[in-house]
């Protein structure tokens, strides 16, 4: 089994910058792809941002050139950079890792257990 602990939310005015960060923990031999989602209330969860394991990474629209993902392999990690902090950013972020239990195992998805991020004046 895999844990993973998210932290870093908070409240934060406009313009203001967080940093999250989701460390996993239990059976890991590897993690391919890393990643950060969104809920907003009444809203479907979403995607923020994507890493690989070679370090491509992708983004959504609404967040490119003000978030950054980056990961810290050594320490199964994967943190988001969030700057420029709009209202329409206030969500619960989620972090998802794809985690390789052996060599060739097939990767499971895990989901930390969100973080409240509100943006507001």
């Known amino acids: 089994q895999v844990q993973l602990v998210e932290s870093g939310g908070g409240l934060v005015q406009p313009g203001g910058s967080l940093r999250l960060s989701c460390a996993a923990s239990?059976?890991?031999?590897?993690?391919?792809?890393m990643g950060w989602y969104r809920q907003a209330p009444g809203k479907q969860r979403e995607l923020v941002a994507t890493i690989t394991s070679g370090g491509t990474t992708n983004y959504a629209d609404s967040v490119k050139g003000r978030f950054t993902i980056s990961r810290d392999n050594a320490k199964n990690t994967v943190y988001l950079q969030m700057n420029s902090l709009k209202p329409e950013d206030t969500a619960v972020y989620y972090c998802t890792l794809s985690v390789r239990a052996r060599m060739y195992s097939v990767p499971v998805n895990y989901w930390g257990q969100g973080t409240q991020v509100t943006v507001s004046s």
């Open positions: 239990g059976s890991i031999f590897s993690i391919d792809v």
